[in-house]
């Protein structure tokens, strides 16, 4: 018998109890490990490859066996396939399979003995005999929401949905343009694979997009049992949703990235809704890509992967390109039209080099908007619509400076800016949380005249609210929405016609449906065309393509609504393509780039990344961990290890940071030299070169 530990003092591998009878695979156990009880789960044996091999140092004779404390019988196993998932994952993304299938698992699932357990199922059955008699009803509540019709599909809906029928399992992206419904090609897929008897699993990018998406779902299915997994719920509710899908009561999973980890045992379909959101990838512990094992699972388990995006992803649009120019791993489906007859908001490229030489650069200081946006928000006003002000900074401005001395606001713990808050006169942290009141004259040469420098949404509603006047501005970024339930009233305020102009942040600009709105523009956004990370090109489009796509959504003003773009480089092909609503050339142009210098989806990623007291000890660490590389082989193994440097964040709360990328066509040879070099990294970890945390990162998302 094999059971999976949580990573302790390098017991990362299975290590082996006694029993009294056999014990099925996947089943939860209570052992003693050390002076505590903890939970394992019996591990199938290992099929073919090994993802953690047994550490000989800690094989145990027989006769010292330890007896197991106790089974956890009233569950049911998890199946074969779970602790495959599992496994390939642990192997892929380089950590213990131990530490990975007990994280994933519901904390509470973990602290339960055998007794409590009995309980929570005995509660849950209650639960749902009342659901049972309580669904009903429900129906007819006086003053419920009016249920939608369900519509009858568009000519591109019909065509989607054909392909999907007829083509089985596998990996699929549906390309579908902002508005052109694709949640309703999800519901529709959903509805064939529950009249089939099994389960389908949902996948949204964030906790914020899950109540309309959930409020959908339970309307077009009243007789079905859904429920969702993410970060928003309680512990107790994350275990009672996790164990109704694992029992197999729940029909339908919504969740976000967590949830491609739930025991399903009837799954039937997988549906990834903005696939391209780099929020599928986890960014500690297991660095795992929600979206990647989702095409893994569906793969193992022969059931469609639905992956759904206006800016897919340019790995996934390489992998839906047929071969030899992609991988044509995937089919592609498209849906190049709006419902109704709405055409997409003409793009307008504003530029800025003009706009400052025909009013001066003191206009554009005092309000960072042209003119003519000036005038045509003021026209929108005027005509009772909607429109929204995208600027991706929060706060007032994001930093303050003496102009006598040359001070500026930096956090005393990072190398960044302290943002200024007006609204509570605070400096604040964006990356350490560090926060102060402002000081009233400069800390270094005591002039009281110290001023913002640039701008933030704060500044933006404030300035905006002075040049229209009467207009009903309202914000919506991570700062106004802090309180619970505050984000779902400040939209509600939206979609009611309580706003004139909205300005916010790159959480306003997705999936949202405002059916008033004819304007969107864009106040800066160059800054993503010089990053030095090479996947801010592909964030940037998307940001801009999905913000147009709020606008003009309803067919009956489809014709008038714009998306204005403010730029010193109106020139950037980047911006021609957006102009063009033109994803496929955008696609071809950024892959043709990463295909020149050896990038992603060409070439396969990871990044060594340490966290130390000084930075030449973070170094010193990674240029060992290099040096180990080598000795292994790296260059014959094709695979490059480049040299250690500094993060583009090089300290956070006083802890400094470093990265080493390691490169290669070959994912094989990549994942073989991970495998071996990783548990030799500890060793390096001594003396100059001690560091606090050490992490690999698997297909880094950010570099
Ligand atoms: P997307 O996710 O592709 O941006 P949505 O799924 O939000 O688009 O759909 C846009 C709007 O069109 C929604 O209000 C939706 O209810 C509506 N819609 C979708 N399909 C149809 C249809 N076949 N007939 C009428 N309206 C539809
Ligand atoms: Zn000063
Ligand atoms: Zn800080």
Not at 230 to 254: K, V, Y
Not at 440 to 454: K, S, V
Not at 642 to 662: D, F, G, I, K
């Amino acid at each position: 018998m094999l059971v999976a530990l949580p990573r302790h003092s390098g017991l990362d591998a299975p290590l082996d109890y006694l029993s009294d009878g056999p014990l099925p695979e996947g089943s939860l156990v209570r052992v003693p490990l050390g002076r505590r009880i903890v939970t394992g789960i019996v591990w199938p044996a290992e099929g073919g490859q090994t993802a953690a091999p047994p550490d000989p140092a800690c094989a145990v004779a027989p006769a010292e066996l330890r007896p197991i404390a106790e089974r956890l019988d009233a569950l049911p196993a998890l199946d074969a396939r779970w602790c495959a998932l599992v496994r390939f994952a642990a192997a892929y993304y380089q950590r213990s399979v131990g530490e990975l299938a007990l994280t994933v698992l519901p904390g509470d699932l973990r602290e339960l003995d055998a007794a409590q357990l009995q309980r929570r199922l005995k509660r849950l059955a209650k639960g749902l005999a009342q659901d049972a008699t309580r669904s009903a009803p429900q129906a007819v509540v006086p003053g419920a929401p009016a249920v939608p019709p369900v519509p009858s599909l568009s000519e591109d809906q019909q065509t989607v949905l054909a392909a999907l029928a007829a083509g089985g399992p596998g990996s699929w992206l549906l390309h579908g343009v902002t508005g052109s419904g694709k949640t309703e090609v999800y519901l529709r897929a959903a509805e064939r694979c529950l009249a089939e008897g099994r389960q389908a699993l949902v996948l949204v990018p964030e906790i914020n997009l899950t109540p309309q998406l959930e409020a959908r779902f339970a309307q077009r299915f009243p007789g079905r049992r859904l429920v969702s997994l993410h970060s928003g719920l309680t512990p107790a509710q994350r275990l009672q949703h996790w164990l109704a899908a694992h029992l197999g009561q729940a029909d339908l999973l919504l969740g976000t990235r967590m949830a491609v980890f739930a025991s399903l045992p009837r799954l039937g379909l997988i549906v990834v809704d903005e696939e391209h959101d780099p929020s599928y990838k986890q960014q500690e512990g297991a660095r795992y890509s929600a979206r990647d094992l989702a095409v893994w699972r569906g793969r193992q388990a022969g059931v469609p992967v639905l992956l759904g995006s206006a800016t897919p992803s340019l790995e996934s649009w390489h992998n839906a390109t047929p071969a030899p120019e992609g991988t044509g791993r995937y089919r592609r489906l498209a849906m190049p039209r709006r419902i109704g007859a709405g055409g997409l908001p003409t793009v307008r490229l504003i530029d800025l080099q003009q706009v400052e030489a025909r009013h001066g650069r003191r206009a554009l200081q005092a309000l960072p908007l042209a003119p003519e946006l000036l005038e045509a928000l003021r026209a929108r006003v005027a005509r009772g619509e909607q429109s929204f002000v995208l600027l991706n900074r929060r706060g007032y401005a994001p930093v303050l400076h003496c102009s006598n001395c040359g001070w500026k606001s930096g956090c005393p713990h990072c190398s960044a800016w302290r943002v200024f808050h007006k609204v509570d006169r605070s400096l604040r942290c964006h990356h350490c949380g560090f926060a102060e009141r402002v000081p009233r004259a400069c800390p270094d040469c005591g002039d009281p005249d110290i001023q913002p420098l640039g701008r933030g949404t704060e500044r933006l509603e404030e300035q905006l609210a002075a040049q229209l006047p009467g207009a009903r501005i309202a914000r919506i970024d991570a700062d106004t929405t802090r309180a619970k339930g505050s984000l779902e009233r400040q939209l509600a305020a939206v979609h009611a016609g309580e706003v004139d102009v909205l300005v916010g942040t790159q959480m306003v600009a997705k999936g949202h449906d405002f059916r008033r709105m004819t304007l969107v523009a864009a106040v800066n956004a160059d800054s993503a065309l010089f990053s030095s990370d090479f996947r801010a090109p592909e964030r940037l489009f998307a940001l801009l393509l999905q913000a147009a796509g709020r606008a003009g959504r309803d067919a009956a003003q489809a014709g008038c609504s714009e998306m204005w773009v403010q730029t010193w480089h109106p020139s950037h092909p980047l911006y021609a393509a957006l102009a063009a609503h033109d994803y496929e050339a955008f696609a071809a142009s950024q892959l043709a780039e990463r295909r020149a210098a050896s990038l992603p989806p060409f070439a396969c990623l990871a990044l060594l990344r340490a966290e130390a007291r000084s930075q030449d000890a973070a170094l010193a660490f990674l240029h060992a961990a290099a040096q180990e590389a080598q000795d292994l082989g790296a260059a014959s193994l094709g695979v490059q290890v480049y040299p250690p440097v500094p993060a583009a964040l090089q300290r956070v709360a006083n802890v400094e940071r470093a990265q080493m990328l390691l490169e290669s066509a070959q994912r094989p040879a990549l994942q073989r030299l991970l495998a071996a070099w990783l548990p030799r990294l500890q060793a390096c970890n001594q003396g100059e070169a001690r560091v606090l945390r050490w992490a690999v990162d698997v297909d880094p998302q950010a570099i």
